[in-house]
């Protein structure tokens, strides 16, 4: 089954606001990261955060992580019509380094 | 600098037909990954390679065969596909337990 899952589903918002998505995951990870996905093309790597960290910065990016939760946020400000895609979190397997796993995503759309 | 790259971008297969997808990177990256998305779905991993040489289930791999031919490329194999196997396949390749590089993906279609 999938390690993470993504919430919401879907989330629609205008230009200059924010948009948080969450992951949830089950089990012990040694990072989690979050990629970005344009409509059908690849996956793009946006942020890593390993498992002793509680908070980290990319531009107008910010990811959270709460072990204790096993869960994860990811913060866009001042989102743009270009922030448009579908964002998914990953993390390997327990003691496993090569198998990682995906949620199902969040769909984020921001309107101009 | 191309990093990973995939063929055919399209493919349109007869129920039982085979193919072989291709994918190498140029990163000197030890692990590369298969993965196969369908519609409202997030990638679910077919098979991966920690090393050249060893290859690994995950979690769909029914259906399929990989190579790991040398340390640049990892193949998909369908030997016989099936409607249920039309998605889209992307492969990737990582250090372990780091940043993945997708390539652009193959969109299947098996009629």
């Known amino acids: 089954s999938q390690q993470g899952e993504e919430d919401p589903q879907a989330l629609s918002i205008q230009e200059g606001e924010n948009a948080t998505m969450n992951c949830s995951y089950k089990t012990s990870i040694n990072n989690l990261q979050w990629y970005r996905q344009n409509s059908g093309r690849g996956l793009v790597h946006l942020i890593l955060i390993r498992s002793n960290e509680r908070e980290k910065h990319s531009g107008r990016l910010r990811v959270t992580l709460d072990t204790s939760k096993k869960s994860s946020s990811l913060l866009i400000t001042a989102s743009r019509a270009a922030d448009t895609a579908s964002y998914f979190c990953?993390?390997?397997?327990?003691?496993?380094?090569?198998?990682?796993?995906f949620g199902a995503g969040t769909r984020l759309t921001v309107k101009p | 600098n191309a990093g990973v790259t995939q063929t055919p971008k399209f493919q349109v297969l007869k129920t039982g037909q085979s193919m072989t997808l291709q994918c190498a990177q140029d990163?000197?990256?030890?692990?590369m990954y298969w993965y196969r998305q369908d519609p409202g779905m997030g990638l679910r991993l077919i098979y991966y390679s920690a090393s050249e040489g060893t290859t690994d289930k995950g979690e769909v791999p029914n259906g399929y065969n990989v190579s790991r031919l040398n340390k640049r490329e990892f193949s998909l194999r369908l030997e016989s596909a099936a409607p249920s196997q039309t998605s889209v396949y992307f492969c990737?390749?990582?250090?372990?337990?780091?940043?993945?590089?997708f390539g652009q993906g193959t969109r299947l279609t098996v009629v």
């Open positions: 990163m000197n990256h030890n692990s």
């Open positions: 990737a390749s990582s250090e372990a337990r780091g940043e993945a590089f």
């Open positions: 990953a993390t390997y397997r327990p003691y496993n380094n090569n198998d990682m796993r």
